[in-house]
């Protein structure tokens, strides 16, 4: 009965910032992390970022340390990812997952259920 929806990408210049959000229905995301991975054209899923299913540790892909940031709100029942700085490579359909655990890892495998993705394009 969990869903997951993704929205927020966009097309954008490199340099400029988008905010992607994960909305997960009728449950509260305190109780599982969330993880969002991105897909290149012909290429499998990336990590990019998690977080965990309580307050804790957040997890970032060494490309996208310190430009991305992950959050989340409670009462929206919604994580999201604040991407700053964007790259050409970091092109890619954005994918939010459920995780469970108080620690996370952008490890796809940990992840059971998907949304359908929100496609992101940087290009000049």
């Known amino acids: 009965q969990i869903q997951l929806l993704e929205s ?7 340099g400029e ?3 992607l959000s994960c909305e997960v229905s009728r449950t509260s995301l305190q109780t599982f992390g969330i993880g969002w991975f991105r897909q290149a054209p012909g290429k ?23 430009r991305f940031t992950i959050s989340r709100d409670y009462a929206k029942r919604t994580v999201y990812l604040q991407m700053n700085d964007l ?3 970091d092109t890619g359909v954005y994918f939010c ?7 996370c890892y952008l490890t ?9 993705g929100t496609q992101v394009t940087v290009s000049s």
Do not use: F, H
Not at 55 to 62: I, L, P
Not at 97 to 103: L, T
Not at 108 to 116: I, P, Q
């Open 8 to 14: 927020g990408g966009g097309s954008v210049q490199p």
């Open 87 to 89: 790259k050409p490579e």
């Open 108 to 116: 796809e495998r940990l992840y059971d259920l998907w949304g359908r």
């Open 44 to 66: 499998g899923r990336e990590g990019v970022s998690c977080i965990p299913e309580t307050d804790g540790n957040v997890v970032y892909a060494d490309s996208v340390k310190g």
């Open 97 to 103: 997952g459920i995780g469970g655990g108080i620690v």
């Open 17 to 19: 910032s988008l905010r």
